[in-house]
């Protein structure tokens, strides 16, 4: 039984050791990254992966709704100044080393057997693989919803860690680059759930880890001030309403969160009082 857990537990190593060396060995010199650790090997991965994330999701949607489609989107008033969004840059890139940390301690309790994770999706099936996703997301909007809600009701925590995002509390002055703008610990806290849910749910490893870097490209949609009305997401439109009132939209992905625990602003209703 002892040799068969730590063969199965060699496929997690496997797998994280193969994204190491697609990532790592195609960006760097060998010498560079292969006599680290295993674990800073991961957390190297995990930093140049966020990074890459977070400046090709928001340059090309800056380019595609400040340039591209200037005027179309956003109001040309309502455009962010560079100086804005470098400053957004600035503190995502202080936090995004503590960030990534996150995901390299995931990967390492799930390397060492503490976590439900399983390897391949064949070794419990597709059915079982769906309906674990589907609790996995409800884990994590609630968790994210609590999270982020305790962020500004606890308020030492709201001063020394959240009001850094909220800054950025105008339409000028929100753009993609602002959805990893955080204190690193406020931005470690709100993705604490994704880790909690491996210990409560049979997850599936790499499905965890693409949820995690999914959140890059999401953040950065939910900070471009365009309401896509597309029920029940939480898009940027109620992510905007939840910067300018501090009360309202906590939730993640979803609207249900926010709509359970009474605290639901829709931008549509926003729109109809300024008429």
């Not at 090709?56 to 109001?75: A, D, E, H, M, T």
Request: charged content about 15%; aromatic content about 18%; hydrophobic content about 45%.
């Amino acid at each position: 039984m002892e040799d068969h857990g730590s063969t199965y537990l060699q496929l997690f190593v496997d797998e994280t050791c193969l994204f190491n060396r697609i990532v790592l060995g195609s960006l760097l010199p060998t010498k560079i990254w292969d006599p680290l650790p295993h674990f800073f090997q991961t957390w190297l991965r995990n930093y140049i992966g966020g990074v890459l994330v977070y400046f090709i999701s928001g340059f090309l949607w800056c380019f595609y709704i400040y340039y591209w489609k200037r005027n179309v989107y956003v109001p040309k008033d309502a455009i962010p100044s560079n100086k804005a969004m470098l400053l957004q840059i600035y503190v995502s890139m202080k936090a995004m080393p503590w960030y990534t940390a996150l995901p390299t301690i995931s990967e390492y309790m799930v390397e060492n057997g503490w976590t439900k994770c399983f390897p391949r999706i064949s070794d419990v099936g597709w059915l079982p693989y769906i309906l674990y996703l589907v609790i996995y997301v409800i884990i994590v909007e609630f968790g994210i919803y609590w999270m982020h809600r305790e962020l500004h009701d606890i308020k030492p925590l709201y001063k020394h860690l959240h009001a850094t995002h909220h800054i950025y509390n105008k339409q000028n002055t929100l753009s993609p680059f602002a959805g990893l703008a955080f204190h690193p610990l406020d931005g470690i806290l709100q993705a604490v759930p994704h880790v909690t849910a491996l210990f409560l749910v049979p997850t599936h490893f790499m499905t965890h880890i693409l949820l995690l870097f999914i959140e890059g490209i999401w953040t950065a949609n939910i900070h471009d001030c365009i309401h896509g009305n597309l029920w029940p997401v939480m898009g940027a439109g109620y992510h905007t309403i939840h910067h300018t009132t501090y009360r309202h939209n906590y939730g993640h992905y979803t609207i249900w969160m926010d709509w359970i625990f009474g605290t639901l602003r829709n931008p549509l209703d926003e729109e109809s009082k300024d008429i």
